[in-house]
């Protein structure tokens, strides 16, 4: 398998812009999870899915984000307007929930700089 | 605050030498799993331990688990420069295999060769 695949790696953008970060989870996989890394901050859980359904974004920051998943092989994390403050690291990671264990793979992440 | 919190931060030792981390959390688990994070890489899942277990190795990595104390160790024998990566421990939360985790800040491991 490919595991997580992220897109873009990098992304540059001008504060006030609309950014769309994009994920596929491993095949079969049924959960997926959206987190945050910053130095100040640390790894941040943002929002989960199980089945495609929103469970817990308790953790996204604030009504700029969203998160959707249409189907079992995508996801995207948008953030419009963007700010400086929102740049970091973004990991995508899925999970077979149910399985033997909670292990998560994670995506390489996004890199996201807003200047 | 975060449920697991890592003890070193930050960690520098010499190839060859032993590295121990800390792990701490607060409620009931069902698992506790550490994860390695190469510098701009995502996080690689290293071994998991479950509520039951007191120890378990994989190859140089040897993992413990205390639950009276809600704590675990992650000890890397004979390191080498390799192994320079952050540490992170994450626990279920008790969450009932949800699948969520929750991850700690991580320890910073220096391996100088």
């Known amino acids: 398998d490919a595991g997580v695949i992220q897109s873009p790696r990098h992304e540059v953008t001008e504060m006030g812009q609309e950014v769309t970060l994009r994920c596929k989870p491993i095949?079969?996989?049924?959960?997926l999870f959206w987190y945050r890394q910053t130095m100040m901050r640390g790894l941040e859980l943002l929002i989960y899915f199980n089945n495609n359904v929103p469970i817990d974004d308790s953790g996204m920051p604030e009504d700029r984000f969203s998160a959707k998943m249409p189907n079992a092989s995508f996801s995207t994390l948008k953030i419009q307007p963007s700010e400086p403050r929102d740049s970091a690291v973004y990991f995508c990671?899925?999970?077979?929930?149910?399985?033997?264990?909670?292990?998560?793979?994670f995506g390489p992440g996004t890199r996201l700089t807003v200047l | 605050s975060q449920q697991g919190e890592e003890d070193p931060q930050a960690l520098s030792i010499q190839e060859g030498e032993n590295a121990t981390m800390n792990c701490s959390y607060k409620t009931s688990i069902n698992n506790l799993q550490w994860y390695r994070q190469n510098s701009g890489r995502g996080l690689v899942h290293l071994i998991l331990i479950r509520s039951n277990e007191r120890e378990k190795h994989s190859g140089r990595l040897r993992v413990t688990l205390d639950t009276s104390k809600k704590s675990s160790s992650l000890l890397i024998t004979a390191s080498r420069a390799a192994d320079t990566a952050s540490y992170f421990c994450?626990?279920?939360?008790?969450?009932?295999?949800?699948?969520?985790?929750?991850f700690g800040q991580g320890t910073t491991l220096q391996v100088k060769p």
């Open positions: 994450a626990t279920d939360g008790g969450s009932g295999n949800t699948g969520k985790l929750i």
């Open positions: 095949s079969g996989h049924n959960s």
């Open positions: 990671a899925s999970t077979l929930q149910g399985g033997l264990t909670d292990t998560q793979y």
